[in-house]
């Protein structure tokens, strides 16, 4: 691992006002259907957010939660329940971001585990954000590596450690 | 000599290091003891203690010092003589030079100077040489973190207690606590460290004097600290909160002026730090040290912190809240932020502190003369571009404040800001008067930017009238002469027009305005009589006319409100007339005209808001509204409308009218009056045709009814029911007097609708009766009440259940001889027979009595073979059973026998001959679940709570813990019925049955039968998943399941059922017809996984599969149970075997 910051002066955005979805559905509509959309997605990333404490930002010199560092964005997520299709985009904070992957496995990893099997996930880096993007960008979708990175004992572990306390 | 030994003993094993921490305080305990009973002297224990003392072992010594000081610090209350004092603070202060017994040292000069005068106390020549020795010998940042603690308690309370002894001491003891706290650490050390220096301050308060000279070098020590900032969580072992902290550091900076040129520059500072916890802590401390150093010291920084107080303001000021939701009746409502909150604090502070300063700075400013300056620009809010409005609310809320704060800052305020924009606007000061009658502003438009910095004034000097005794001040008088421009203007921007209809942000400031000039105080400023009415026109005007503007409307009814409980509340009976005249008595007049447009319902909920204003208003309403009640009922049978109307009507008196006047007392002469006047319409409508046959009026009327009666007393209880009885004896074909002495007949009231509906609300009284209030006729009514309920009358049977229960019993001692009993009672309801004529019923049981007569109960257990009589008796006796239940009578047990048989009726028919029992009937008979199912439902009104009736609302008599026994009682017969029922239908008659009960038992007594109850509980989830009918008691039976798996108590029993829990509950995900149903079965299977591995491991694949299903369920909220759920199994073995 890296040590000391990758990113030493991260740039802060506001956090966004998150709107409250409207919780309690009548019992007429016991029926309907609630389509799998953006902020559903974006509710199961929020791990990242709630949790500021990720990978080497350890130190509580950032005491930002990823979203305050605009790496995932609602916006970034695009979903179609119909074709079962989803795609995220993230930004790392620096070009040459040596979490990129990792942020991105994480992503794909979480997506995998609470999603229905019939979807397609794709996880990109935003164009232009990273030196390496095609790389990254292939790494990232490219099943056989993916596969084989959770093959990875050390790579698991961080992964899990990343996703584990996302439920509180 | 043996004591002497003994002590020996003691002190040896506290001194020895390697005894245990427990056995050094029992010696120490010990060794107190001897001294406190006087088996032992101090003297006497410290030449004991001599060669412990003096050893050069330091271990030894260190020990040996130690127990003398905790033995003195246990002993402070026990008197000691000057001079012992004075030769043991001799001793302890010569210590303190030995660095390895310095821990004893400390603890022994604690005790000794925390001791009271009554018991001997350390002298003043003693305390300072104790503080020299302190300063001369100890490194305290050199210490460790006990001993550190102990150094500054010791510095604290010497400051505290002994000033005068050491103020001598000078700069030494200035110097020796700057090396006392320089980097000091810890939050408990920091607390008292903070504290010494303010208690230092206090030491020295000349501001040029001793400490003046060392001020940058104690301030250059406490710098740091600020702002404070935790970097680690606060765990369990510190007790100190951040906000402590920086509370005792506030007071430390505040302690004394001469810390003014370092501390207000550093606090601008960081009051521009990006660090939100800085922000907040700079303005308040900006605040604090103000208030402590004086306008005089602070005069030079207050331009700089204006400036930064106005850029915090424009940053951090969200955008205002235009609803009136909460309505508060200052100024304009903000987002609640702390940082604003301590910003307009400080404001008000210098304002205070420096009026003509902070005024002139304000009013010069350059963005308040933009503002103004261009205030004619600003016409409608959302043309105003988002820079200008964030420095137009921030200018207001300044203005607020500056205006709320002071007369001299409102008078200054008003005078330049306030006559500035009148005359940007084009009202100068001299054309004011010509501007008083004629609406020349409504014809201008509308501006926006004005009208809300008028709202800010006008609230912060109404909020300084309340406050002020000044009659005529400056700002009164300009008002005063304003205030019909100001009344033009706000009433302009509600202006509806066919092109034109307000925003939302114009809606809320003109009637805010109006609302806040219609609320001034009459003595203190007077606003013109003439503009209070004109306003109060105003809004009635739109109440009648633009009721199609809901925001518009709604925030008007609310104006009406606040307006009407403030003349109330603060008695201003000029303005209460005009009140009364113009707003409550058009609303009455509303009511009962029917040309105007206004929705009725809009008048029903303007009619209630005016009315709760205040209690005069509220009787005059009501009285309004009963005329309109009684006027639609007697119309009701030839106008649809009116019929309507009355429904209407009466649901807003008894939902609303009546629990406001409950809450607020008295009126109940009214309450009675209103029933009354019911029951006479009743008697009337008995010569009309019937208004009741509708059931949505009926309704209304039993609810009105049952609630006036409930909230009255007994007397006045008695006087409604008398009425209601000689209606129902007089307007009804009941023959009520000679029912009781013939048999009951059946066939032979045929009950007309009419009849009906006056037997209903008659029993609506019942139920809302009192225990002590008389019924007149008590064995008419109950033979009348066993005959309706026959004919399936719920709410007769609710008024039955009702009697039995408020009855009083004879074990009590009834004290009248003509009150009937509860046992008499019982004693009709089971024994009178029941004749059934042969045309009315087409099988007749000839039982073993004589002819042809038969006794309630037998008609639940279907003896008679008319299905419909018998689930009406059964009904009916439910609620005569809840009635008993309730008040914990035993003939309970008899009633539940009776419906348990009817559950297991299959079995029990064999054996039963029938009257005409041809095989026929009981194949039929077994055949028909409708009768048993409403046995199952009997349970169901047995156990819950029902609204409608036998409640604490209605005066039933509640036994404490009645479901608690009623459920251990039935408990092991329900187990035991349902191991032995063998066929299905019974079977799952007796779950069904066994699931109401359990879903209403509280869980506390479920979770003690846990083990026995799980399987059969696990047995009605599966039986009730089958019927769509069935979701809400499945829900309410899981909810029971899923209290046991997350209480302590019921762990046990769940771990040892684990498997069959997990494969009910696996059924139970994918359960179509309810989505809680769903949701809480996954959150049952969340709490299992927290189960031992062992138990639940082999069941994890079933587990995870039946969830990947759920991760497409239609509902979110599954969705996202699944998802924890997943995970949460998931990771019961090694997350790496995982599976995608």
């Known amino acids: 691992m890296v040590s000391g910051l990758i990113n030493e002066n991260p740039v802060i955005y506001e956090r966004k006002q998150r709107q409250q979805r409207s919780t309690q559905s009548l019992p007429a509509d016991e029926y309907t259907v609630e389509p799998i959309d953006q902020q559903e997605i974006f509710d199961i990333l929020f791990f990242f957010f709630l949790n500021s404490i990720f990978l080497d930002i350890k130190d509580p010199e950032h005491p930002y939660s990823l979203e305050e560092l605009k790496v995932i964005t609602e916006e970034a997520v695009e979903v179609d329940d119909q074709k079962s299709y989803v795609r995220v985009t993230f930004t790392p904070t620096v070009e040459h971001c040596s979490m990129a992957t990792i942020i991105g496995l994480c992503l794909r990893v979480k997506l995998l585990r609470s999603l229905p099997p019939r979807y397609k996930v794709d996880i990109r880096v935003a164009p232009g954000s990273h030196a390496t993007e095609a790389a990254v960008n292939k790494q990232l979708n490219d099943k056989e590596r993916v596969a084989a990175a959770l093959e990875n004992p050390n790579l698991v572990d961080m992964v899990d450690e990343c996703l584990a306390p996302s439920f509180d | ?112 100077i925390r001791r009271k005068s009554v018991v001997g106390m350390v002298t003043g020549s003693d305390a300072k040489s104790i503080t020299q020795s302190f300063l001369q010998h100890l490194q305290v940042q050199s210490l460790g973190l006990y001993d550190r603690k ?237 820079q200008e409005k964030k420095k137009l609310h921030a200018i207001g809320r300044i203005l607020y404040i500056s205006a709320k704060t002071s007369i001299p800052s409102c008078n200054a305020v008003f005078q330049s800001l306030f006559l500035r924009m009148m005359d940007k606007l084009g009202f100068s000061a001299s054309n004011i008067d010509g501007l008083q009658n004629g609406g020349i502003l409504a014809s201008q438009s509308v501006n926006f930017g004005f009208l809300y910095l008028c709202i800010e004034l006008l609230s912060g000097c109404r909020e300084l009238v309340i406050l002020s005794d000044e009659k005529r001040e400056t700002y009164c008088t300009i008002l005063h002469s304003s205030s019909a421009v100001l009344f033009n203007a706000f009433g302009s921007v509600l202006a509806v027009t066919a092109d034109r209809c307000p925003s939302h942000p114009d809606i809320y400031i003109g009637v805010k305005g109006l609302q806040i000039l219609a609320m001034f105080h009459l003595d203190v400023f007077p606003i013109p009589k003439s503009t209070f009415e004109n306003i109060l026109k105003k809004f009635m005007s739109i109440i009648i006319e633009d009721f199609g503007q809901t925001v518009l409307w709604n925030a008007t009814l609310k104006a009406l409100f606040h ?43 303007a009619l209630y808001d005016i009315g709760m204003t205040g209690m005069k208003n509220m009787l005059t309403i009501l009285q309004a509204m009963e005329g309109a009640i009684f006027t639609n009922l007697s119309e009701v049978h030839s106008n649809l409308t009116s019929h309507e109307t009355a429904v209407q009507l009466l649901e807003c008196y008894s939902c609303k009218l009546l629990p406001w006047i409950l809450k607020n007392g008295g009126a109940e002469e009214f309450v009675v009056q209103f029933a009354v006047d019911i029951w006479n319409q009743a008697g009337n409508c008995m010569d009309f045709n019937s208004p009741f046959e509708d059931k949505g009026l009926l309704d209304a009327m ?132 029941i004749w059934f004529s042969s045309n009315n019923m087409l099988q007749i049981y000839n039982g073993s009595s004589n002819g042809s ?200 029993a769940v771990i040892e059922n684990a498997h069959i829990i997990i494969n009910g509950l696996i059924k139970l995900v994918d359960y179509p017809h309810k989505t809680l149903v769903r949701e809480t079965a996954i959150q049952c299977l969340v709490a299992l996984s927290e189960l031992p591995h062992v138990r639940i491991y082999p069941l994890r694949t079933q587990v995870l599969q039946a969830i990947f299903k759920c991760l497409d369920d239609t509902k979110r909220s599954v969705r996202n149970e699944a998802v924890k759920c997943r995970q949460a199994w998931a990771s019961i073995a090694s997350s790496r075997s995982l599976r995608f």
């Not at chain 2, 072992?57 to 004075?86: F, P, W």
């Not at chain 2, 103020?167 to 504290?195: N, Q, R, T, V, Y």
């Not at chain 2, 409550?584 to 929705?599: Q, R």
């Not at chain 2, 006045?716 to 029911?721: A, E, G, H, R, W």
């Open chain 2, 853 to 1052: 007569d038969i006794v309630l109960t037998d008609l639940c257990l279907g003896i008679t073979n008319d299905r419909l009589l018998q689930s009406n008796a059964i009904c009916g006796l439910s609620w005569i059973g809840k009635g008993l239940l309730l008040r914990g009578h035993e003939k309970i047990k008899d009633i539940t026998m009776i419906f348990t048989e009817c559950l297991i009726s299959d079995r029990r028919k064999t054996s039963v001959p029938l009257v005409e029992g041809s095989l026929e009937n009981t194949e039929k008979q077994k055949c028909d679940p409708l009768a048993r199912k409403c046995a199952t439902e009997a349970f169901h009104v047995l156990m819950s709570d029902a609204e409608d009736c036998l409640n604490r609302k209605f005066h039933a008599t509640v036994r404490p813990l009645y479901k608690q026994r009623f459920f251990s009682s039935m408990m092991p017969i329900f187990l035991q019925l349902i191991s032995r029922s063998d066929s299905l239908l019974s079977r799952s008659l007796l779950l069904r049955a066994f699931a109401h009960v359990m879903s209403d038992t509280p869980l506390i007594v479920i979770l003690n039968e846990a083990k026995k109850l799980i399987p059969v509980l696990l047995d009605c989830l599966f039986m009730l998943t089958e019927d769509i009918q069935d979701k809400d008691i499945l829900y309410g039976l899981l909810l029971v399941l899923s209290g046991m798996l997350t209480e302590k108590n019921g762990q046990e």
């Open chain 2, 702 to 833: 039993m609810k009105a009814m049952k609630v006036s009666v409930g909230c009255c007393s007994v007397e006045s209880q008695n006087v409604t029911i008398q009425k209601a009885y000689s209606t129902l004896s007089s307007h009804t074909k009941f023959q009520l007097n000679d029912v009781g002495r013939l048999p009951l007949t059946s066939g032979k009231y045929d009950i007309s609708p009419r009849d009906e509906g006056i037997l209903l609300l008659f029993a609506s009284v019942i139920i809302a009766l009192r225990p002590k209030t008389h019924i007149p006729n008590i064995r008419g009514l109950l033979h009348l009440f066993i005959i309706t309920l026959l004919k399936g009358v719920v709410p007769v049977a609710q008024a039955l259940g009702s009697m039995l229960n408020k009855l009083t019993s004879k074990s009590n001692g009834a004290e009248k001889s003509d009150e009937l009993t509860l046992e008499e009672a019982l004693d009709i309801i089971f024994n009178t027979k």
């Open chain 2, 150 to 386: 102990l150094c500054f308690e010791l510095l604290d309370y010497l400051l505290e207690h002994h000033v005068d002894s050491i103020a001598s001491l000078e700069e030494d003891l200035i110097f020796g606590i700057c090396e006392a706290i320089d980097a000091e650490k810890d939050p408990e050390c920091l607390m008292l460290a903070f504290h010494i220096v303010e208690s230092l301050a206090r030491l020295y308060p000349d501001p040029s004097g001793l400490l003046a000279s060392f001020a940058r070098d104690v301030f250059d020590l406490l710098e740091p600290y600020f702002p404070i900032h935790f970097t680690h969580q606060t765990s369990g072992d510190t007790h100190v909160q951040r906000d402590d902290l920086s509370r005792t550091l506030m007071s430390a900076f505040a302690s004394t002026p001469v810390f003014e040129p370092f501390v207000i520059p550093l606090l601008l500072q960081k009051l521009s730090s990006s660090l939100h916890s800085a922000k907040i802590d700079s303005l308040q401390y900006l605040r604090v040290c103000s208030s402590k150093y004086g306008a005089e010291r602070i005069a030079k920084y207050t331009g700089a912190i204006w400036s930064s107080l106005k850029d915090t303001l424009y940053t951090y000021l969200g955008e205002p809240d235009f609803s009136f939701t909460l309505a508060p009746t200052d100024g304009i409502n903000f987002p609640k932020s702390e940082v604003v909150v301590e910003a307009l604090s400080l404001l008000q502070q210098l304002i205070v502190q420096n009026s003509s300063q902070l005024v002139s700075l304000i009013i010069d400013d350059e963005d308040v003369n933009f503002i103004t300056n261009s205030i004619a620009s600003y016409e409608m809010y959302d043309t105003i571009s988002v």
């Open chain 2, 563 to 605: 307006i009407g409980s403030f003349v109330q509340k603060f008695s201003e009976s000029e303005k209460a007339m005009s009140y009364r005249s113009f707003v409550v008595d058009k609303i009455m007049e509303m009511l009962s005209l029917d040309d105007i447009a206004l929705p009725f319902s809009l008048k029903v909920e």
């Open chain 2, 1 to 112: 000599m043996a004591e002497t030994t003994q002590l020996t003993r003691h002190i040896e094993s506290y001194v020895d290091s390697s005894s245990t921490p427990s056995h050094q305080v029992a010696s120490l305990d010990a060794i107190v003891l001897l001294i406190k009973t006087n088996a032992l002297t101090l003297e006497a224990l410290v030449r004991e203690l001599d060669m412990y003392l003096t050893s050069t072992d330091t271990l030894i010594r260190s020990r040996g010092i130690l127990l003398l000081a905790e033995v003195l610090t246990r002993i402070n209350s026990i008197s000691l003589d000057s001079k012992t004092i004075h030769s043991l603070v001799g001793f302890f202060k010569e210590r303190m030079a030995d660095w390895k017994a310095v821990r004893g040292a400390l603890v022994g000069c604690l005790a000794l």
